[in-house]
Nanobody, 125 residues
């Protein structure tokens, strides 16, 4: 069973930056495509960013394009989400996910097999 553990969440002022990390418990994680999703209070979970297993292809939601950057280090079994120019509307619980099938990246939740427990990001205006 692959376990994903997010870290790096917290409170930040609008305009600031944070970097999330998601570490996997198994080496095979390096061959999975990865994604980040978020869920704000009272809203459905939504796609934020995805990266192919090789790291060569990335997708972003329009709302974060140009501000967030997804990357991965397969040697460390870790995927990152660099978040710059944060806005109050970025406040949410952020989840990392891994997809065991397909080169990716993927945008839909049902394409991902494994999920982290989530980490809270609060952006104060």
């Amino acid at each position: 069973q692959v376990q994903l553990v997010e870290s790096g969440g917290g409170l930040v002022q609008a305009g600031g930056s944070l970097r999330l990390s998601c570490a996997a418990s198994r080496r095979t994680f390096s061959s999975y495509s990865k994604g980040w999703f978020r869920q704000a209070p009272g809203k459905e979970r939504e796609f934020v960013a995805g990266i192919s297993w090789s790291g060569a292809i990335t997708y972003y939601a329009d709302s974060v394009k140009g501000r967030f950057t997804i990357s991965r280090d397969n040697a460390k079994n870790t995927v990152y989400l660099q978040m710059d120019s944060l806005k109050a509307e970025d406040t949410a619980v952020y989840y990392c996910a891994a997809a065991a099938y397909g080169a990716g990246p993927h945008r839909r939740m049902d394409e991902y097999n494994y999920w982290g427990q989530g980490t809270q990001i609060t952006v104060s205006s």
